[in-house]
Nanobody
Framework: QVQLVESGGGLVQAGGSLRLSCAAS????????MGWFRQALGKEREFVAA????????YYADSVKGRFTVSRDNAKNTVYLQMNSLKPEDTAVYYC????????????????WGQGTQVTVSS
């Protein structure tokens, strides 16, 4: 069982930056692929970014590539999402999730989810 708690969301102007954190409980954090998803009002949840178990490989949605950076610290059981050059269309609830498989992009492959943190980007 893994419990995930996100933090770091908030209100920011377009062009600004935010850093999300996701703290995980349990001693098996490094055995999970960690992903970030987001869901805007009235839209489906979508993949944003993911980090492999070691953090050596990272994956991004095209919409955030070059602006967002995912990283993890297995000693601290924490995964991060650094978000730069934010746009109003990045406004959403952001979720971190844990995946015991090697599949990356589908939300159905992630077993554990945090409660989400709101990110609002004003124009």
């Amino acid at each position: 069982q893994v419990q995930l708690v996100e933090s770091g969301g908030g209100l920011v102007q377009a062009g600004g930056s935010l850093r999300l954190s996701c703290a995980a409980s349990g001693r098996t954090f490094s055995s999970y692929v960690m992903g970030w998803f987001r869901q805007a009002l009235g839209k489906e949840r979508e993949f944003v970014a993911a980090a492999s178990r070691s953090g050596g490989s990272t994956y991004y949605a095209d919409s955030v590539k070059g602006r967002f950076t995912v990283s993890r610290d297995n000693a601290k059981n924490t995964v991060y999402l650094q978000m730069n050059s934010l746009k109003p269309e990045d406004t959403a609830v952001y979720y971190c999730a844990a995946n015991p498989y090697d599949r990356i992009y589908k939300s159905r492959d992630y077993n554990y989810w945090g409660q989400g943190t709101q990110v609002t980007v004003s124009s």
